[in-house]
Nanobody, 116 residues
Framework: QVQLVESGGGLVQAGGSLRLSCAAS????????MGWYRQAPGNQRELVAT???????NSADFVKGRFTISTDNAKNTVYLQMNSLKPEDTAVYYC??????????WGQGTQVTVSS
């Protein structure tokens, strides 16, 4: 059974930082592209950042220079370090595991709220 369990969300003031974690089980973690997506009320889910099994990263323009994605293969965990947070970053953040688009899994989401 595949599980992706996010943690680390919460309420923070604008300009602050949070680190999201996603612990994966039931998959060969090192073989997957791991990613973070977010969805704000009334909006579609959007890509935040991904990291491939080879360590290549990709991130949306709106987070470049502020958010960093990383993995710890020994812990089967993917992180999203979020700095310089803005109120428009408020959303539910979802962890994603993708193996060549054939096997795709989602976490339950964690709420991030940035106050102005």
């Amino acid at each position: 059974q595949v599980q992706l369990v996010e943690s680390g969300g919460g309420l923070v003031q604008a300009g602050g930082s949070l680190r999201l974690s996603c612990a994966a089980s039931g998959i060969i973690f090192s073989s997957y592209t791991m990613g973070w997506y977010r969805q704000a009320p009334g909006n579609q889910r959007e890509l935040v950042a991904t990291i491939s099994s080879g360590g290549s990263t990709n991130s949306a323009d709106f987070v470049k220079g502020r958010f960093t994605i990383s993995t710890d293969n020994a812990k089967n965990t993917v992180y999203l370090q979020m700095n310089s947070l803005k109120p428009e970053d408020t959303a539910v953040y979802y962890c994603n595991a993708d193996f060549r688009k054939k096997f795709v899994y989602w976490g339950q989401g964690t709420q991030v709220t940035v106050s102005s």
